[in-house]
């Protein structure tokens, strides 16, 4: 089964160690990076026409400029402008003014730097959402909370970047670095990287915490897929799965079989 295309992504963001430490957690959600910038001209320079194109920036507000003209608000201004890609402010100001400012601009999305794996996970993946559909995203009026996980993700297959629902997951899979995710319907699979425990536990949205149960150590199924199961084996998604032991209890646990 092949792998999916990555969606790409454009960071700005002037502080070094901050901007490594977010390509590389990008990339170990599975993104790609096209390019990290630190300053102003930099970032217009790899959003020029003629470059290729990211999903979404990642835009820091502030980029160390003493020049109003070359802030991220400024880049953001111009994308808003001419239709450019969707972008998510990241910034280290929660004040209200920068809120004010930021938030008149209609971006995608916001975080509050630091900013953990999951809920930038979350605020991508809603970030694409709101651009799939037009819809902007609301105005706070305090400092924003991190965005509920999302009940979806996105994947780029061939040159379309699909929305994919989490209920459509049949079958997740941990290899040496990276959890597997397989979707009815996709031919291709949907690599992230990290453990399968970080990935039902984080990236799952809470409300689907139930949906999937462990049928061993490296495996995880979609609950509606499952057909049944022996001593050795459990089977969905058209496959067989090796039985580690804990599937009776864990239905049971979800009300899905009697004792």
């Known amino acids: 089964m092949e792998t999916a295309?990555?969606?790409?992504?454009?960071?700005?963001?002037?502080?070094?160690?901050?901007?490594?430490?977010?390509?590389?957690?990008?990339?170990?959600?599975?993104?790609?990076?096209?390019?990290?910038?630190?300053?102003?001209?930099?970032?217009?320079?790899?959003?020029?026409?003629?470059?290729?194109?990211?999903?979404?920036?990642?835009?820091?507000?502030?980029l160390g400029a003493a020049d109003p003209a070359h802030t991220g608000l400024a880049l953001a201004r111009e994308l808003a402008g001419r239709g450019g890609p969707p972008f998510v402010f990241l910034t280290a100001y929660s004040d209200f003014d920068t809120?004010?400012?930021?938030?008149?601009?209609?971006p995608s999305g916001y975080l509050i730097k630091p900013v953990n794996p999951?809920?930038?996970?979350?605020?991508?993946q809603t970030a694409l959402e709101y651009a799939a559909t037009r819809q902007p995203a609301p105005l706070p009026s305090t400092a924003p909370a991190p965005p509920p996980a999302p009940d979806f993700f996105f994947?780029?297959?061939?040159?379309?970047?699909?929305?994919?629902?989490?209920?459509?997951v049949q079958s997740l899979e941990a290899g040496k670095n990276y959890v597997?995710?397989?979707?009815a319907g996709h031919a291709r699979a949907y690599p992230l990287r990290g453990s399968?425990?970080?990935?039902?536990?984080?990236?799952?949205?809470?409300?689907r915490h139930g949906q999937f149960?462990?049928?061993?150590?490296?495996?995880?199924?979609n609950v509606a897929t499952i057909t049944g199961f022996d001593e050795e084996w459990v089977y969905g998604a058209g496959e067989q799965f090796e039985n580690g032991g804990q599937v009776p209890e864990q239905l049971l646990a979800l009300g899905l079989a009697g004792r």
């Open 213 to 221: 149960i462990r049928v061993n150590r490296r495996q995880a199924l």
């Open 196 to 207: 399968l425990s970080y990935v039902l536990d984080q990236l799952v949205p809470p409300a």
């Open 180 to 183: 597997t995710l397989r979707v």
């Open 99 to 106: 809120i004010r400012q930021a938030t008149q601009l209609r």
């Open 155 to 168: 994947v780029k297959l061939a040159d379309r970047t699909h929305k994919v629902l989490w209920t459509e």
């Open 5 to 62: 295309p990555k969606l790409h992504l454009l960071v700005v963001e002037d502080e070094a160690l901050i901007a490594e430490n977010l390509r590389l957690t990008l990339e170990d959600l599975g993104y790609g990076v096209l390019a990290t910038c630190y300053t102003f001209a930099e970032a217009r320079a790899a959003l020029a026409p003629g470059q290729p194109l990211p999903d979404l920036v990642l835009l820091d507000i502030n």
């Open 118 to 124: 999951a809920a930038l996970f979350a605020t991508i």
